[in-house]
C-alpha cells in the first residue's frame, strides 16, 4: 500500500487549505506534520527539502513538493480532477488562476490592522459579486451542466465550493445575485466526499484567528498591518 501524502504546514489554512480540500474530494487520506516553531521550520530547510526555502511541502509519491499550484495540478492530475484534455485543462486553469486572486486577497485580510476588518470584508465581497462571481455565474449557465468544465467534477469546481464559502465568512449572503451559484453550492457540498470534509473533525480549518495568526507569526516571522492594496506584493509564504 501506498504512503499516505504528507502535509507540512502550521496548524491553520494559509495555502495548504486548497490541498486539504483537493485531497479530500479525490477521497486521499493525508497525514500532517504541524509546524509549531521557526526552528523546525530551519531544520526542514537545513535538510534541503525545501526547494525555495518556503511551505506549503507536500511529501507524496517519493517527491518532496513544494509551490502550491504545482502540488494541486499534480493531485488533479492523479486522481482525475483535471479534465479530459488540453482544452479542459486550459479552462480549468483559467477558472482557478482568477479564483486564486480572489484568494490571496481573503488570505492575506487576517494580516490586516483590526480598525480595517470591515472595510477589508467589504472590498472583498465587492471584488467576488462584481468582478469574480459573474464569470462563473455565466459559465454555469452557458454551459448547461453541473459541473465548470465538460461534465464531471474537476478541481475548478473544488477550488469556486472553497472560494464561495470563504467569501460568505465576509458577507453571508454575497450569493443573493447569483441562482447559478446557490445551486452549485448546494450541489457539490452534497457530493460524499466533499460533504464529508464539511463535517466537524474533518482536516478543514476554520478561518484564522488572533490564536492561530500568532502560531503562524511565530514559524514564518512576519507582522500584522499588511494592507489589502498591497496584496499582490508576497511578504511572506505561508
Not at 85 to 109: C, F, N
Not at 171 to 194: G, M, T
Request: proline share 5%.
Amino acid at each position: 500500500m501506498a504512503a499516505k501524502p504528507k502535509l507540512y504546514y502550521f496548524n491553520g489554512r494559509g495555502r495548504m487549505e486548497s490541498v486539504r480540500w483537493l485531497l479530500a474530494a479525490a477521497g486521499v487520506e493525508f497525514e500532517e506534520v504541524l509546524l509549531e516553531t521557526a526552528e523546525e521550520l530551519q531544520n526542514l530547510i537545513k535538510g534541503g527539502k525545501l526547494m525555495y526555502e518556503q511551505l506549503p511541502m507536500v511529501e507524496i509519491d517519493g517527491m518532496m513538493m513544494v509551490q502550491t499550484r504545482a502540488i494541486l495540478r499534480y493531485i488533479a492530475g492523479k486522481y482525475n480532477l483535471y479534465g479530459k484534455d488540453l482544452k479542459e485543462q486550459v479552462l480549468i486553469d483559467m477558472y482557478v488562476e482568477g479564483m486564486r486572486d480572489l484568494y490571496d486577497i481573503i488570505m492575506l485580510s487576517p494580516l490586516s490592522l483590526p480598525e480595517d476588518k470591515e472595510k477589508n470584508f467589504s472590498f472583498i465581497s465587492e471584488k467576488a459579486t462584481q468582478r469574480f462571481f459573474p464569470v462563473y455565474e455565466k459559465a454555469l449557465k452557458d454551459h448547461g451542466k453541473n459541473y465548470l468544465v465538460g461534465n464531471q467534477l474537476s478541481w475548478a469546481d473544488i477550488h469556486l465550493l472553497e472560494l464561495i464559502l470563504m467569501v460568505e465568512e465576509c458577507k453571508s449572503d454575497a450569493l443573493s445575485a447569483f441562482p447559478k451559484l446557490q445551486e452549485f453550492k448546494a450541489r457539490v457540498s452534497k457530493l460524499p466526499r466533499i460533504q464529508k470534509f464539511l463535517q466537524p473533525g474533518s482536516p478543514r480549518r476554520p478561518p484564522m484567528d488572533e490564536a492561530s495568526l500568532e502560531a503562524a507569526k511565530k514559524i514564518f516571522k512576519f507582522e500584522k498591518g499588511l494592507l489589502l492594496k498591497y496584496s499582490s506584493t508576497i511578504l511572506a509564504e505561508f
